[in-house]
């Protein structure tokens, strides 16, 4: 499966990895991946524009002048981790790993609680939210656990040891309770088993577990009296399924709001100021978790179907890196990447459409918040090191 | 830093990691394509009806209810106005969703505007039950400034809740003519099962009683409509917007003469304190109907007790009803104010009746007017197999009477042997005198624009024999003839079907439609066409009978021994008049007996009469004594002049 490269250019590849930091790296770019980025991040600013402008009484920009600072400093990590060579993570993977999930663990002590969930940390100028940079470092950490057995990935073992590592942080997120966020951390866990060539029966029994375990949490535990979710959660999940058996008020006045939001933006929108769903809030959440509806409705089937778009190119370039990359670890962080970032997009704008549960996940690059897009330019700059390094190897060879 | 072993070994994703790899693309794909067919089926194939829904959510739509018309006395005084106000509206729709917040801002609401939080829920829960959570409840009409400023100030603690200027009824006379003006109010489920083809709406004013209710229809106007925008939490985002103007409605032109309708119910006030100070207890109430006889419009009419239409407007509330005598519950302690004894009240006409038994007779040539018949203290008709002896009111009297006379004078015995004359009929002259008393519209609906109103009761042998179960009870006996003959029995009269009555008697025999509405004013003051009042219909009085009525009438009035000499004698105006006294079973609270009931009608100037006078004292004792003076009141009141009463009163 692997091919041997012979040790005798190890010594002038060090000098050439040196070099290949700054020319090489640039030179060996996905401009086009970055390019889809760029359009992603100008598209979510522009939407927080319109979704924000009557959010705070005399400042139309508060939230956007935010998000411009979280977009500078994204930035700023996106350059810093294009140019950090990815092998770095793997050779740290536990450090990354410990530190992880001490930070998801840490919000349980001094965290700040808002809607029912505690998630946050506060920094004073910034609420820090761990489990949003915890889905790359967990990426990070746990392609690290499966590169260093590149020869026994597939094998059962491995498997259930990978399982097992990444139950801990995905435990510790699901008792947040943040489900939305934890069952992206499992999408992109399996999408790692994937990619690293777990056998198709794993695949299967692992589907098959989570579909008795998703059987078992919503409808037999209930039934029996034993209840894993809280009772929102619970709405929420089976709410998007048929609305009328939504058993709390709110889930469904949420759904039924966001459908019409989307819908009532037709094909050219209402622009901003005649969104009534948004600016005379109808629509909760029209900032974060309920951006996609807001941002449909002032922008019409153009504009969201320009946002989908964007997040196509940027996932098709994302994908084809998993076959670009340098060496195994890379491929499975492309992978990982990839489709956390699937299935983030697919479950929050599924659900402001009604065909995915009602979770709370930020819509990838244009929800308001800093963590989520500090840490999804952060993602892109590795996916972007690891198209680099893996062009430099295939020039080399 | 050593070269790491994956560095190391230069990596190519085999055949099956981009088997894979084109798998997860594919799936990216197609799950791409459902969100993009979602989207497009939501907002291109659909998205119409989600703009419609999204105005639903943010657009509110208000009925702007008309300004009611005004309503006018005959010299165009506004007696009933409207004044500026403003009432408190919830909409249900906007209220929280979660149980335990709405009803903490319904409990907060239902202190700050001092109702009740029951009422307000059952707004709710009626528009609830019409499946209707568009239109507003109104929780409090006519809100005081410190609830509005409030209300304002914590806007946020109570979404759902808006406030609105509206216009609410204004009574710069208070109680003057309640019972004939009416009030409004909400319109109620059974009104609205009736109405609602004609345009009215849950939550609409209407009138409830008198003419506000006679000619809601002039009245309302047509109601508008604006629109306002509200966000999700029920605050008002904009002004209104009219999106149709509301007409207002058309003003009321009575026939009442403001001036008039004052001196009548001072007059009935000053007849009960008459008839109090003449140790009559229970006289708590009476009408006056002052009318015009020649076309039966309606100058005056008073009914007392009565209350101040203003605690109808605006906040209603129980305890203030209450406190006015309007809840069934404390009416009776009151004597029932909201009756209009006008036209409502029953009562036995007693010898205010006599003209009637008088020309019957003469029609039926059972009495010539110039015949002397006695007048004795007792009398006991010959066919009465029970030998009942009925008495004169003045037991002392033995003489013989031609018809004015005994009319003057009221003599009951020689009335009694008229009656008997009646009883005696043979079958096949039928029922004169309850052809006749039918003839002047006694027993039947005057047709008065100011309701409702009471039809009481001719006694005829059909009645007997239906109305009651006993042998005896049902056969017609002579003393059912020789009591109907003076207004007593089973007779039953409004003061306004007297007064019609005696509007006959003084122009000259024609029965009018006694009326309160003048004309009907469009707000810019164009007419507005009405129903015309029927015209003054011929009885079929023979003029010879008819005059000799008329002279006992004004002998009664002018002639020494006449029952109210004392009163009109010196009249500056030669006014004709009959009294009379009633005896009638009356209930009151802790008390069951017979009362009588103080009659005086009579019209004036004798020769070219302009105004009829009926006033009825209840339980006031004899009609002479207290209604009569009453009446003259109001003549008083009418030809501007003074008059004083001589001596002692003569009574019947």
């Known amino acids: 499966m692997l091919e041997y490269a012979g040790s005798q250019h190890a010594g002038r590849r060090t000098d050439r990895e040196e070099g290949l930091a700054i020319v090489g790296v640039l030179r060996s770019l996905d401009w086009v991946l970055l390019a889809g980025i760029a359009g992603l991040v100008a598209v979510g600013l522009w939407a927080v524009s319109g979704v924000t402008r009557f959010a705070v009484v005399g400042n139309p920009s508060y939230y956007l002048d935010r998000q411009m600072v979280y977009v500078a400093v994204g930035g700023a990590a996106l350059v810093v981790g294009t140019f950090i060579d990815p092998d770095i993570y793997r050779r740290y993977w536990k450090p990354i790993f410990g530190a992880t999930v001490l930070l998801i663990a840490f919000v349980f002590v001094v965290g700040h609680a808002a809607r029912g969930s505690t998630r946050w940390i506060s920094l004073g100028f910034f609420t820090f939210q761990p489990s949003e940079f915890g889905k790359l470092a967990f990426v990070l950490a746990l392609a690290g656990f499966l590169a260093d057995r590149p020869r026994d990935v597939g094998a059962l073992g491995t498997t259930l040891r990978v399982l097992g590592l990444g139950a801990i942080p995905v435990l510790l997120v699901f008792a947040q309770p943040d489900l939305g966020t934890a069952l992206v951390y499992l999408a992109a866990l399996v999408a790692m088993l994937f990619v690293g060539g777990a056998p198709w029966r794993q695949l299967v029994a692992l589907g098959s577990i989570a579909l008795l375990l998703a059987v078992g949490v919503l409808w037999a535990g209930p039934a029996v009296g034993v209840n894993f979710l809280k009772g929102y959660q619970q709405s929420r999940l089976t709410c998007f399924v048929h609305p009328s058996y939504c058993s709390s008020a709110d889930t469904r006045y949420n759904l039924e709001q966001s459908i019409v939001a989307v819908g009532a933006g037709q094909v050219k929108g209402r622009g901003v100021n005649n969104a009534t769903q948004t600016r005379l809030q109808f629509l909760p959440e029209h900032g974060t978790d309920f951006v996609f509806a807001s941002y449909s409705e002032q922008r019409g089937f153009i504009g969201a179907s320009l946002l989908l778009a964007l997040y196509l190119l940027v996932l098709w370039r994302a994908l084809r890196i998993v076959s670009i990359a340098r060496d195994f670890y890379s491929a499975i962080v492309a992978g990982g990447i990839v489709v956390a970032l699937l299935f983030q997009i697919f479950v929050n704008v599924g659900m402001t459409m009604g065909i995915a549960p009602i979770t709370g996940i930020p819509l990838p690059f244009v929800s308001v918040g800093g963590s989520s897009m500090i840490a999804n330019l952060a993602a892109m700059g590795v996916l972007l090191a690891i198209y680099a390094r893996g062009r430099a190897a295939r020039r080399r060879r | ?652």
């Open chain 2, 1 to 652: 830093m050593p070269p790491s072993k994956g560095v190391a070994e230069p990596y190519r994703p085999s055949a099956r990691v981009l088997r894979r790899v084109s798998v997860l693309g594919v799936a990216m794909l197609v799950i791409f394509a459902v969100l993009l067919l979602r989207l497009w089926a939501l907002q291109v194939l659909s998205g119409t009806k989600y703009v419609n829904q999204a105005a639903a959510n943010s657009f509110r739509t208000v009925r702007v209810q008309a300004p009611r018309g005004q309503i006018l006395d005959r010299n165009g005084v506004p007696l009933v106005t409207n004044a500026p106000a403003t009432s408190i509206l919830l909409w249900p729709a906007d209220l929280p969703k979660v149980y335990t917040t709405r009803y903490a801002e319904l409990r907060a609401l239902a202190r700050l505007t001092s109702v009740p939080l029951y009422e307000i829920a059952a707004g709710i829960k009626a528009r609830r039950a019409a499946n209707d959570l568009v239109t507003p409840v109104t929780v409090r009409e006519a809100a005081g400034e410190p609830m509005i400023a409030y209300l304002y100030e914590n806007a946020s603690q109570f979404p759902g809740v808006t406030t609105w200027r509206t216009f609410i009824r204004h009574y710069p006379y208070h109680s003057l003519a309640a019972q004939v003006l009416g009030y409004v109010g909400e319109i109620s489920q059974t009104q609205l099962n009736g109405l609602s083809k004609q345009g009215y709406q849950p939550g609409d004013e209407i009138g409830q009683s008198g003419v506000e209710s006679s000619y809601d229809s002039y009245l309302r106007g047509v109601a508008g409509s604006a629109r306002m925008h509200i966000d999700a939490f029920g605050r008002p985002r904009s002004g209104l917007t009219t999106t149709a103007i509301a007409k207002p409605g058309n003003d009321l032109r009575l026939t009442i003469d403001l001036k008039l309708q004052q001196a009548a119910e001072k007059a009935l006030q000053y007849g009960i304190h008459l008839a109090q100070a003449n140790g009559k207890w229970a006289a708590r109430g009476g009408a006056i109907v002052a009318l015009d006889p020649n076309d039966g419009s309606i100058l005056a009419m008073a009914s007392a007790p009565t209350y101040d239409p203003s605690v109808y407007a605006g906040h209603v509330t129980l305890g203030e009803l209450g406190r006015a005598g309007l809840t069934p519950k404390t009416a009776p302690a009151k004597n029932i104010p909201s009756l209009n004894r006008a036209v409502s009240g029953l009562y036995p006409p007693g010898s205010t009746f006599k003209p009637v038994t008088a020309l019957a007779a003469m029609q039926e040539h059972l009495l010539s007017p110039y015949a002397y018949l006695p007048c004795t203290g007792t009398y006991s008709s010959p066919q009465d197999r029970s030998h009942r002896t009925f008495h004169n009111w003045d037991p002392n009297v033995n003489q013989a009477m031609d018809l004015p006379t005994a009319l003057a004078y009221s003599c009951d015995t020689y009335f009694y042997r008229v009656g008997n004359e009646f009883y005696n009929l043979p079958a096949d002259h039928g029922q004169p005198l309850q052809k006749l008393a039918d003839a002047f519209g006694f027993g039947q609906s005057t047709g008065v624009d100011v309701g409702p109103e009471a039809t009481g009761l001719v006694p005829t042998i059909r009645w007997r024999q239906q109305h009651f179960t006993d042998a005896v009870d049902k056969l017609w006996k002579p003393g059912d003839s020789i009591e109907l003959a003076v207004g007593q029995g089973d007779l039953l009269v409004t003061p306004l079907q007297m007064a019609r009555l005696y509007a006959a008697l003084a122009n000259g025999g024609k029965l009018v439609t006694p009326h309160v509405l003048d004309d009907v004013e469009s707000p810019n003051g164009a007419r507005v066409p009405v129903a015309a009042i029927p015209a003054p219909r011929q009885v079929g009085i023979d003029p010879a009978a008819l005059q000799a009525v008329q002279k006992g009438l004004w002998d009664a009035t002018h002639l020494p021994f006449g029952t109210s000499y004392a009163v009109f004698g010196k009249f500056p105006v030669s006014i004709a008049g009959k009294t009379g006294t009633a005896q009638k079973v009356v209930s009151l609270p802790g008390y069951l007996g017979l009362q009588n009931q103080a009659w005086w009608c009579g019209y004036g100037p004798y020769n070219s009469p302009k105004l009829v006078v009926c006033a009825l004292i209840e339980n006031g004792g004899y009609g002479g004594d207290v209604a009569a003076p009453a009446a003259a009141k109001v003549f008083a009141a009418y030809f501007h002049v003074a008059f004083h009463i001589l001596g002692p009163i003569h009574s019947d």
